[in-house]
C-alpha cells in the first residue's frame, strides 16, 4: 500500500494569491515527481527531482517552483495563482531502484477565479 | 509532439466480456512499459507493466501484450467486471540518460464496464 499524501484535495483561490501544495510520502521514496493534468488529457510532468537538493523542470513548461528539503516533504509553490493554473496537481514518488513504477498521491483540484 | 496515444477515449463492455484497451508509441527509445487506473477524485494507481524484451505478461485478469514491430501495447481485462470502469493510462519510460525514471503518458481511456 503505498503512502502518499497531498494537502489540500480542492482549493479555489483568487488570481494573484499565494499558494503552496503539499506532498508527502512516508515510503522514503528517493524520487519525486509533480505532474499537471487536465480533463481528458495526459499527465505532463512539470517537476521532479531524484533527492534532497535535487530538482529539475520536466516537460511542460510551468510558473510553478519546487523544493526538496527532505526526503519525504516536495511541496510546490505558485507565487500568483492565474486562471490558466486551473487544473489538477498529482504528486508521486518511485523507489531509486524500481523507479518505473510510481505511485500517485490524491491529487489537488486548484481552481483560480 | 505526442509520444504515446491512446485513440479511444472511451470503451464500453458488458460483465464478463473481454476489454481491450488499446495504445501506440513513436519513441523507439522507450522500453518499459505500464498501465494505471484512475477513479475520479483519485490519484492513478500502477496496474501492470512490460520489459521490451518481453511480448506478454500476465496478472490475474490482466495481461498486456507488446508489439515493438508496430509500437503497439494492448491491455486485455478477462472477465471484466463492474469495478473495472475508470480511467486507463498507458505509460512509457526510456532507460538511461536524462530520460531514466520519467514517464510519459497516454491521454487516458475511458472503461465502462455494465452489468
Known amino acids: 500500500e503505498a503512502d502518499i499524501y497531498q494537502t489540500p484535495r480542492y482549493l479555489v483561490i483568487g488570481t494573484g494569491k499565494k499558494i503552496t501544495l503539499e506532498c508527502s510520502q512516508t515510503?522514503?521514496?528517493?524520487?519525486m515527481y509533480w505532474y499537471q493534468q487536465d480533463p481528458g488529457m495526459e499527465l505532463h510532468l512539470i517537476h521532479y527531482?531524484?533527492?534532497?537538493?535535487?530538482?529539475e523542470k520536466g516537460d511542460l513548461s510551468s510558473e510553478s517552483t519546487v523544493s526538496r528539503i527532505r526526503t519525504e516533504h516536495f511541496p510546490l509553490t505558485l507565487e500568483s495563482a492565474r486562471p490558466s493554473h486551473t487544473s489538477q496537481y498529482l504528486c508521486?514518488?518511485?523507489?531509486?531502484?524500481?523507479?518505473?513504477?510510481?505511485?500517485f498521491g490524491p491529487g489537488t483540484r486548484l481552481t483560480v477565479t | 509532439d505526442q509520444q504515446v496515444k491512446q485513440n479511444s477515449p472511451s470503451l464500453s463492455v458488458q460483465e464478463g466480456r473481454i476489454s481491450i484497451l488499446n495504445c501506440d508509441y513513436t519513441?523507439?527509445?522507450?522500453?518499459?512499459f505500464l498501465w494505471y487506473k484512475k477513479y475520479p477524485a483519485e490519484g492513478p494507481t500502477f496496474l501492470i507493466s512490460?520489459?521490451?524484451?518481453?511480448d506478454k505478461n500476465e496478472d490475474g485478469r490482466f495481461t498486456v501484450f507488446l508489439n515493438k514491430s508496430a509500437k503497439h501495447l494492448s491491455l486485455h481485462i478477462v472477465p471484466s467486471q463492474p469495478g473495472d470502469s475508470a480511467v486507463y493510462f498507458c505509460?512509457?519510460?526510456?532507460?538511461?540518460?536524462?530520460?531514466?525514471?520519467?514517464?510519459?503518458f497516454g491521454q487516458g481511456t475511458i472503461l465502462t464496464v455494465h452489468p
Open positions: 508521486a514518488s518511485s523507489d531509486r531502484l524500481l523507479s518505473y513504477e510510481q505511485y
Open positions: 527531482s531524484y533527492g534532497v537538493n535535487s530538482t
Open positions: 519513441n523507439s527509445m522507450f522500453d518499459y
Open positions: 515510503m522514503g521514496h528517493d524520487k
Open positions: 505509460a512509457a519510460s526510456a532507460r538511461g540518460g536524462t530520460s531514466y525514471g520519467k514517464l510519459t
Open positions: 512490460i520489459s521490451s524484451i518481453k
